[in-house]
């Protein structure tokens, strides 16, 4: 399998492989597990310019086809990441992209600028999908020009390739994306969490501590697949796919609606060896059908000129 072709490129961002963990789903402490210079790249938690607490617990709850989880964002602040997270992963030599957090247009341009004078910082991965404090209260990634903005202040400070994180919780995500696309975006994440909420029908309480969450797991890879490929009508930027990837055969789906590359969350925490054991079935589906480099898979589904994609 060594004849394979699996690099992909983000913007002007080379990843020898389409595979790469999800942030909020990986940490340093994996590298007793996997080794972290097989992966595409390296993607820790999001971070914030503040230490933050996070939310009330429980933050995480079981559910049928995956979980529901709302951390709030647990962070010790940019200046911690800088001096104590980064300096783990300088050992590698994957790229790695920092996601980052924040509660204002400005605040998100602040920090791109700070984490953009570290070396060992390959891409920046902007998570809109949390609310604006300073604004009208609503998602960044909720709103067009609120997107746009984000983006447009980012691409001001930095060169770093930008990949815009969306969330599904829209009702046009082609809207979003190009947004971002025209603020300056590298790349697209598709997609965060979808808002979900789970209550335990004996104590008649939320399940999670903050009523809310956002739902991942198996169960919502459908949605991401359609939102991919959605996406992908509008656009020609790199579309990272993210959301229910469990198995490479998941990953071959992403790629045939139009995905580039792919981030692995919740199987990570089912089997600590899921983005390893991803990217070998990967490789031996390229082997038993022929497939000699990735890029041949992107945006291939076969839809008949007469089917009709509308419900």
Not at 106 to 119: G, K, P, T
Not at 289 to 303: F, P, R
Request: aromatic share 6%.
């Amino acid at each position: 399998m060594d004849h394979l072709q699996l690099g992909v490129k983000i913007g002007h961002l080379y990843l020898k492989n389409p595979i790469m963990p999800a942030s909020g789903a990986f940490g340093f402490e994996m590298e007793t597990l996997i080794d972290f210079n097989n992966l595409g790249a390296i993607v820790p938690k999001s971070i914030t310019k503040h230490p933050r607490g996070g939310n009330a617990t429980p933050r995480v709850c079981e559910v049928n086809g995956g979980m529901i989880n709302s951390i709030g964002i647990q962070s010790k602040g940019v200046d911690y990441y800088v001096k104590e997270i980064l300096p783990h992963y300088e050992r590698y030599d994957t790229p790695l992209i920092s996601s980052i957090s924040a509660d204002s247009v400005e605040e998100f341009a602040e920090m791109a600028e700070i984490i953009s004078r570290e070396s060992i910082v390959s891409g920046i991965e902007l998570n809109i999908s949390c609310p604006n404090l300073k604004g009208n209260g609503k998602a960044f990634g909720m709103d067009a020009a609120l997107s746009y903005n984000v983006v447009k202040k980012v691409k001001d400070v930095t060169d770093k390739p930008i990949i815009a994180k969306l969330t599904p919780n829209v009702t046009s995500i082609q809207e979003i994306a190009l947004a971002c696309e025209k603020g300056g975006a590298d790349a697209l994440n598709v997609a965060n969490t979808f808002l979900a909420m789970a209550v335990d029908i004996y104590t008649r309480e939320p399940k999670i501590g903050n009523v809310l969450g956002g739902i991942s797991g198996p169960a919502i890879k459908p949605l991401i697949v359609r939102m991919i490929y959605q996406v992908r009508k509008v656009t020609n930027l790199p579309i990272i796919g993210c959301g229910g990837v469990m198995t490479w055969e998941d990953v071959v789906e992403m790629l045939l609606v139009g995905a580039n590359a792919v981030q692995v969350g919740t199987a990570s925490f089912i089997n600590p060896t899921a983005l390893p054991d991803i990217l070998e079935g990967l490789k031996e589906y390229m082997t038993a059908n022929g497939v000699k480099d990735i890029n041949e898979l992107v945006g291939k589904v076969n839809i008949k000129h007469n089917q009709v994609e509308s419900i």
